[in-house]
């Protein structure tokens, strides 16, 4: 269903019903609510260019957010009382250092209210643990990572923008540049997993060969793993196992497993932390997390996704997207769009249509000039994309009918007004 089809929820313009600026009580509180669950409910088949599942029933856990649940503090020292869900953390965390590899003497994290925050909470044990490190990432780093190194207090000369490939994985060749020219200097290396646009995977084994190369042996190589880092690591592709060069790795929660709030995790190896925390005798935990009171209806989400369906669930419902997408590929090539997918990835980067596919159908992609993505995340279907691709089809037949017009000169300069006189 589009914007023009879409049933008046709330008839006219709705912003005069959330005023707050008047006598309480007087809001209809139950229609706003009904209204925006309406309208997410409306947008969600259409809003394909972000990375959230929608395949998950999260109904039984309604109950939670009708009361308090607080994780303050680090998930290793639990706060009292009964107000949090500490114990589901513990075995959140447990699961994703398993599925990632950590060595069980040698792991540490925490559930976080985000990919950002995870990465954080990474970049900060890095730096703790290299005070005089340079750090490097690339172009297609997430812009959390440029953001950290500000609150971080790192100079920007500490800073090495390696190039990234016209696909977003990291231009080895230029970091091996880079790295040759700091050599006498730590290094603090963000490789990405699932890079925002392109959902490129940088490979941490050749970063590695070029530090060993250049004898840069004090170093920490984080991998920003927000969208894939769940999916590559149950099928062995990412890992801080033994004899990985990884040290830490940040995940987002309501991306693969869709949560219905944001939420992350991070899990690192416990012996790169040189900051324990400070143990706050009042809320009996020691505080080493980046934030104080954290979300505990975040870590009971993903016990419940994990608990239902378990790493061959999860695997299957990675199997079945990456089936989509590569079905969406194939079908968005038959009408001739230009298109690309990277193995194993969710993401279908494509030519970025005309606006009409947001404006008159709905579609909503995440656009960055002549590149867009959709995302087919668990929980995107074949009909969905079917329906997708019928949309950009016709689009993009009134584009190319527009602009052979535009070619002649009696159409030339009629820009604002050449949708209505083609649809007329
Ligand atoms: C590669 C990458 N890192 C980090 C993030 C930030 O994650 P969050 O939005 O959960 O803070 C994103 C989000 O899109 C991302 O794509």
Redesign the pocket.
Known sequence: MNEVDAPAIWPGDWSEALRLDRAPGLADVDAVMTMLIARADQAQRRTIGF?AATDIDWSRTQGLFTRLFNNVGDPGTAPSGAAHTNALEVEVIRWFADVVGLPQNDRWGYVT???????IAALRVARDRYPDAVLYLTHA??Y?IRKTAGLLGIHPHDVAMVRDSWYGEMDYGHFEQLVARHSGRPAIVVA?A???LWEAVDQPDRIERILDEYGVTRRHVHV?A??SGIPLALDGMLGLGAGSPVDSI?I?G??FLGTPI?C?VVVMRDSVRVERGEHISYTATLDSTILGSRCGQAAALLWTAIAVYGRNGHQARALRARRIAAYAVERISSIGWPVYRHPDAFTVVLQTPPAALTAEFGWVLSVDGDFCHIICMPGVTKEVVDEFVADLGRVVARWAVMAECRSRPVWRGLDAGEDRILSA
């Open positions: 990375p209210s985000g990919g950002t925050e995870s990465n780093s997430h959390s990405t699932g890079t925002t920003d927000a969208l940040a987002s309501h991306k944001p992350g």
